[in-house]
């Protein structure tokens, strides 16, 4: 303690004063003659009246006794977790809560409390920016994050343009309001198509150049990467060397390059190869989206495709993969189309024309080129037709193409055109094409994360059939690939649906239970949680999720809605706000 000025004289008349009560008579009181020269607290700390104990601040709620699934990974322990505004103020050991000041107080006993997942694929994009931000069907999984961007996203665009036009869509998406947390990646179909629309053929310099700009822009902007989706025109006509091009334009704002890839099928090995040459070449990481060997004549490739990406990391190269855990995939049934009948952007122009609609014909049944035909590859029997919005196609929907074609007394190929033409539009379609053996080796692998493929939606107002991964992803993984066959631990899914998303890209303040997270909690029946939409009937909600906070704010309580829309813009690391400095450039400098 440092004597001050003031201390000086006092302190002295009281050394005085009791000098000469010594030598001449009875002592002095030289506590009471301290205090009132004001210097008590100076000679007697010891009986300077205890400041008062800090008041503890009330937390808004304190989940009591659960089983914490904190999404390192590690063994679950009996906790309880307090969380204050949209942060996770405590964690402490069962029942230490208990007494805490706190406006709410939930008891969580014989529930998981886990961070809540983040779906690396989601396609609630229409949702979010003019639909029901609710998404009902993906929070009542546990979903608490929605990461967009397969292939397409809504900027840059004629209403999202410009140098910012990327961060304008995310702010617009803010407004309208979610349930959920939401980030992108950049589409390299918008890439492409915004430049060069939907013709084939490398890009000139010129557009290369305007290509690379619009990457640049989105990673300032907060786009987590850039997503191929290498199946779907335009980027089927996207060579290996634009990819790696725009990687490089992504590399110093610590971009992802994340793919649908070229090929699942026949082509799956040499698919990969070519994303992990992109990654390489172009200085980023790699992720597969929906890994999976299509078709039962692939199979036994999805372990050399397994240990291709065991080999990549092993060298030292960063690459992963995601997957959902249904042995079907889901997109349009034009998928059963060369990617040359969609050239120009003119599908069904192709189509109504009998000349190029028969030379389409003839390539579908005997192909001249490569490319994927995915009815060929999971047949006509295992292909599901869903999307059908006419009135008097509508009959057809849940059915077979087979069936279809069989009731129209045509070729499955006939019928299938025929279809398009007449609803104008993808159709969305189920292929059965995977192996269940294929998903839960998948599963283990400790580079594997978990997705969605899908968009968010309401049970009560459904809208034609959707694939079941839309309610069923996460609780599906849980109740049957973690309670009923082991085939991972509750610890190691839940991992891979929080924290080992969060860490590809590089969000740091999600996906583990940790004091000063936000508060992005699920709470969930680990005896109970399945899933219950099927294929023929998807629109069920799951079962066993009780509780999910966003923010810290409730969205789902009781298993129920709560219609709150608490969800933020989440933005990948390369991230530049209006007035701060732009990513530098792989060639140094600033990009412009």
Not at 398 to 416: F, N, P, Q, Y
Not at 497 to 508: D, E, G, N, P, Q
Request: include cysteine; aromatic fraction near 6%.
């Amino acid at each position: 303690m440092r004597l001050r000025r003031s201390w000086i004289i006092p302190l002295a008349q009281i050394a005085i004063l009791d000098a000469g009560s010594r030598a001449d008579g009875p002592p002095i009181d030289r506590f009471a003659m301290a205090r009132e020269l004001g210097v008590a607290d100076v000679m007697f700390p010891s009986k300077a009246p205890a400041d008062p104990p800090p008041a503890v601040a009330e937390y808004d709620l304190v989940l009591l006794d659960g089983r914490i699934v904190d999404g390192t990974g590690n063994a679950w322990f009996l906790g309880d977790v307090a969380i204050r505004g949209d942060t996770i103020a405590r964690i402490a050991p069962a029942g230490q809560l208990r007494d805490a000041p706190a406006k709410l107080r939930i008891d969580a006993s014989n529930r998981v409390v886990a961070p809540g997942f983040i779906d690396i694929q989601s396609h609630s994009r229409d949702a979010l920016l003019e639909g029901d931000g609710r998404v009902v069907g993906k929070v009542t999984q546990g979903v608490t994050t929605e990461i967009l961007g397969e292939g397409e996203s809504n900027a840059p665009s004629k209403r999202f343009d410009g140098p910012r036009g990327f961060d304008a869509w995310l702010r617009a998406m803010k407004r309208h309001g979610g349930s959920v947390n939401f980030g992108s990646f950049l589409g390299s179909q918008t890439v492409r198509s915004y430049v060069k629309g939907m013709k084939g053929g490398p890009p000139s310099p010129a557009e290369l150049d305007r290509m690379k700009k619009l990457v640049r822009d989105a990673i300032k902007d907060g786009a987590f990467g850039l997503a191929s989706a290498l199946i779907y025109p335009p980027d089927t006509f996207v060579s290996t060397a634009d990819l790696i091009a725009l990687a490089r334009e992504m590399a110093p704002g610590g971009g992802v390059y994340i793919t649908h890839l070229r090929s699942e099928a026949d082509g799956l090995l040499e698919a990969i190869d070519e994303a992990i040459r992109i990654g390489r070449e172009g200085g980023v990481p790699v992720e597969i989206y929906h890994l999976k060997a299509a078709g039962k004549r692939n199979w036994d490739k999805a372990r050399l495709a397994i240990e291709k990406i065991a080999e990549a990391r092993a060298r030292g190269q960063d690459v992963g993969a995601d997957m959902y855990p249904y042995t079907a995939g889901g997109t349009g049934l034009t998928a059963c189309l060369p990617p040359s009948a969609s050239a120009d952007g003119k599908l069904l122009e192709n189509l109504a024309n009998p000349a190029t609609r028969a030379a389409i014909r003839r390539e579908v049944l005997n192909p001249t080129s490569p490319w994927e035909n995915l009815v060929e590859l999971s047949t006509p029997e295992e292909v599901l037709v869903l999307g059908l919005e006419k009135p008097d196609l509508k009959r057809y929907a849940g059915m077979r193409l087979s069936e279809i074609a069989r009731v129209e007394g045509k070729l499955w190929v006939d019928t299938a055109m025929d279809l398009l033409l007449t609803e104008r539009q993808r159709i969305g379609t189920i292929y059965f094409m995977m192996s269940e053996e294929n998903l839960r080796l998948q599963l283990r692998q400790p580079w594997i994360k978990i997705g969605t493929d899908a968009g968010g939606h309401d049970p009560e107002k459904p809208d034609g059939l959707v694939h079941p991964r839309s309610y069923g992803t996460y609780p599906r993984i849980l109740g049957k690939y973690v309670r009923e066959e082991g085939v991972l631990s509750l610890e190691d899914a839940v991992r891979k649906m929080t924290s080992a998303v969060a860490a590809r890209l590089s969000i740091r303040d999600r996906g583990l239970l940790r004091e000063g997270y936000r508060a992005d909690l699920v709470v969930f029946d680990p005896a109970t949680i399945g899933d219950r939409a099927t294929y023929e009937s998807p629109h069920r909600i799951s079962v066993g999720v009780r509780d999910v906070f966003v923010n810290g704010e409730a969205v789902v309580r009781d298993g129920k809605h709560t219609g709150a829309l608490p969800g933020r813009i989440l933005r990948g690391p390369g991230y530049r706000a209006e007035g701060e400095p732009a990513t530098p450039s792989r060639t140094g400098g600033m990009a412009p």
